[in-house]
Structure formats: structure tokens, C-alpha cells
């Protein structure tokens, strides 16, 4: 056997292995979302606490407005929650958009922080750490700068949430408001839908456990105080305190009926840039928190950090290393002598791959289709490809920040003017 052979075939096992997986999580993500989508998901309580909804934001003027009236726009008591806005060492018309809300609604608590370069400018975590010093709520609420949730998702996640001692934080769905924008932000809709969305499923039904996403949770001031806030070092904030937060002995639970709507990127430069910064976030979370991997103390965070370690490691690898085979193959640089068992192995996959995403789009409305079919195909042979040369750049300058002592800031993703075309129609839409 060659070593092309030996590459190709550590491929297979590998990419097969993740496939079951997804599988297996795919399963349990459709049978616990079947399930939650016969209730309206409310738990309703005797006495609500008071939230204190945080938004960080770094030159968000063309998305703001449009977030901040759909959080004034909560079904969740009037008087038990108030808005932060971290406006951080912004550098557009921000700080006058968000003066002009309040003006138009003097009776709602919207606070706006307006940080300069001393104070901000230094990421995510350290504006939602100035934003804490201010809040008076029990419990902490979560939306990006570009997010325009449902009226019911903050009341149903604190419901939720409240229902349980156990329980430290809870996270909603987040769907992608420009969907029909370009094929990129299809490619996007596809993949939240079918893991972000599926997988947490999954591995709440299976394990109890969820990763905290970026917005659109709910998690109690009394943990994030013991914590010590949010960590400055840490690009993905979310995965880092969802770690801290297992090992502290609570759990997440993942509540898809509580919605919010996020633009995604419309270009590919800008997807990329924010992919890097996923990654290298992720990266960061993985090796700080490995040496829990074989630490029985640790909890079920274990599992995730095993989870992580999978798709950062295993799968990275034989994508590698079967795409490597391929091109060196169309050059002749090298031969499989696998032959048919390998092409057979191969086309299994790919229709594996495609069935278990088209069925995980069938529990939303309007995603299940041929069209969806295709795009799902060709997210295989491209979008799919991206993902390994977003993870070797996040490497390439996760270790490059380290020699050269590069401090934490913001790199947020570029906004868009959206069109009004079938934005109405998909916030309606669950």
C-alpha cells in the first residue's frame, strides 16, 4: 500500500466517523425539535425578573436602529428589562442614531454607553464587561449589533431559564435575515440551519449540552459575577464562558422557538474575515481548555471539548489530505490503488452528506426542496473547501499573535443596506 493510499484511506474512516456523528446528532436535533415545536415553548412565572439586555457595537450605525426598536419591541414586561447599548470608540453616526431613539421613547430605560479609545476599542468581551458595571438586572441578555429578534424570544428564554436552578443559561435560534442576497448568504442560511441550529439540538437531546452562540441568550448576572466577567483574550467569547459555566456544574439548554433574525456576510472577503475570527476564537477556547479533556471533574464539558478537538483535528486533516490526493492525482503526481472501493466509499459519502442536510432542513418551512438539494451539492465542493483555508489562517495568526503580543480588537464584520425583499416574510417564519 502507498502512502497515497494510507492518506486516502485514513480520509475515509475519518470523514465517515464525522459523518456518523453528524448523523447521530442530526437525529437526536429533528427528535428534540419535533418535540418543542408542539409547545409554544412558555413557561410562564409568578414574578419576572428584571434583564438587562447588553448589545455590544462598534460602528453599527446602518443596523442599530433597526435592532434596538425590536428589543424596545418585547412582549416581556415593560418595566422588568432594560436595553445597554455599548456604543464602543465608534467611529460613525452611531452615537447620534442611538440619541435620537431615545429622545423618541423618554419613558423605556435604553442606556447608551458611548466608550472612546481609552476605555473601548478593545473587542467583545470588554465592551460587555463595561456594560455589566452598569446593568441592574438578575438576569443578562444577549443580542449582536445586527440582530432583530421575535417579540416573544427574550420572554420565552428567561421562562425558560428560570424554570431550572440548574440551568445557567439558555439559547434561542438565530436565522439568516438576508438569505435571498446572494449565493454566499445561502451557502450560510444552509449551514446555520443544518449545524449551528441541528447539532446544538443534538447534543442538548443526547448530552445536555450546548455551546452559547454569540446572541440571542439569557444567562444569570450571579454566574457571569462569579466568573469574573468575559474573558478579553477570547476572539468567541460564547464557546469560552459555555465552558467556564459546565465546569462551574450548570447547564445550557437550547430553545429554538425563542427567534432572532442576523444579517450574515454578503461577500466572500468579509465571510472570511469573520470565519478566521470564529476560528481562531475557537482555537484559543480548544487549548486553554484541553487539559479538562481527561479530567473526570470537568463534567460533561469534556465531551465538547473532545467535540471540538474532532473538527479542529480530525476533520481538518483528511480534508486535507483527500484534496491534496485529488489535485496531486489530476497532476499525476501520485496513484490511489484503492481504486473502485475508494470512488464507491466516496459517492456514499457525498449522498450521505446530502440526505442528512436535506433532512435536517425539513423542520423549517420553506427550506425543504430540490433547490435546496443543489445548493447542498455545491456547498460540498466549495463553501465546504473554504472552511480549511478559514481554519489554516486562524492558525497561521493565532500563533503569530502570540510572538508578537497582538492585543485584543475589534474586527467586526461589515454591514449591508438590506432590501425589503422577503425580509417580512421570513421574521414571521420560525
Not at 191 to 212: H, P, V, W
Amino acid at each position: 500500500m502507498t502512502l497515497a493510499d494510507c492518506l486516502s484511506l485514513y480520509s475515509i474512516i475519518a470523514i465517515w466517523s464525522l459523518m456518523f456523528i453528524n448523523i447521530f446528532l442530526s437525529v437526536g436535533g429533528f427528535i428534540y425539535i419535533y418535540k418543542i415545536y408542539k409547545t409554544d415553548g412558555h413557561r410562564p412565572l409568578k414574578e419576572y425578573p428584571m434583564v438587562s439586555v447588553m448589545v455590544p457595537a462598534h460602528n453599527e450605525s446602518i443596523v442599530i436602529r433597526k435592532t434596538v426598536l425590536a428589543l424596545l419591541n418585547f412582549d416581556y414586561p415593560k418595566d422588568r428589562y432594560e436595553v445597554i447599548v455599548i456604543n464602543d470608540n465608534s467611529s460613525d453616526n452611531s452615537a447620534q442614531v442611538l440619541s435620537g431613539i431615545q429622545a423618541k421613547y423618554p419613558d423605556r430605560k435604553l442606556i447608551v454607553l458611548n466608550t472612546d479609545n481609552q476605555l473601548g476599542g478593545k473587542g467583545k468581551s470588554n465592551a460587555l464587561n463595561i456594560a455589566l458595571s452598569v446593568a441592574s438586572g438578575s438576569v443578562i441578555a444577549i443580542y449582536d449589533a445586527d440582530n432583530t429578534p421575535a417579540p416573544d424570544a427574550l420572554r420565552i428564554l428567561v421562562e425558560n431559564l428560570m424554570a431550572d436552578d440548574k440551568l445557567g443559561a439558555v439559547i434561542g435560534k438565530f436565522r439568516t435575515r438576508n438569505r435571498n442576497a446572494s449565493l454566499l448568504t445561502r451557502f450560510v442560511n444552509i449551514e446555520t440551519l443544518a449545524y449551528q441550529c441541528m447539532n446544538q439540538a443534538g447534543r442538548f437531546y443526547f448530552f445536555k449540552l450546548c455551546t452559547i452562540p454569540g446572541t440571542n441568550y439569557v444567562i444569570r448576572r450571579s454566574i457571569i459575577n462569579q466568573m469574573g466577567g468575559w474573558d478579553t483574550k477570547a476572539l468567541s467569547e460564547d464557546t469560552e464562558i459555555s465552558f467556564r459555566l459546565y465546569r462551574m456544574g450548570y447547564y445550557i439548554k437550547f430553545m429554538p422557538l425563542a427567534v432572532t433574525w442576523e444579517q450574515e456576510p454578503q461577500k466572500l472577503k468579509q465571510w472570511f474575515k469573520q470565519r478566521t475570527r470564529w476560528a481562531k476564537g475557537n482555537l484559543y477556547v480548544l487549548l486553554k481548555n484541553f487539559k479538562y479533556a481527561f479530567d473526570k471533574e470537568a463534567g460533561p464539558m469534556r465531551l465538547d471539548v473532545f467535540y471540538y478537538g474532532l473538527v479542529y483535528g480530525l476533520m481538518l486533516t483528511s480534508l486535507i489530505c483527500s484534496d491534496g490526493i485529488f489535485i496531486l492525482g489530476i497532476l499525476g503526481l501520485c496513484h490511489v490503488t484503492l481504486g473502485g472501493f475508494s470512488t464507491l466509499l466516496w459517492g456514499m459519502a457525498i449522498l450521505l452528506f446530502i440526505l442528512n442536510v436535506l433532512i435536517t432542513l425539513a423542520v423549517e418551512k420553506n427550506e425543504f426542496s430540490f433547490e435546496s438539494a443543489l445548493l447542498i451539492l455545491l456547498m460540498l465542493f466549495t463553501y465546504s473547501k473554504m472552511w480549511v483555508a478559514v481554519v489554516i489562517n486562524a492558525a497561521y495568526l493565532s500563533v503569530q499573535d502570540k510572538i508578537f503580543h497582538k492585543e485584543v480588537v475589534w474586527d467586526k464584520t461589515e454591514r449591508f443596506e438590506e432590501t425589503n425583499n422577503h425580509k417580512n416574510k421570513k421574521k414571521r417564519e420560525k
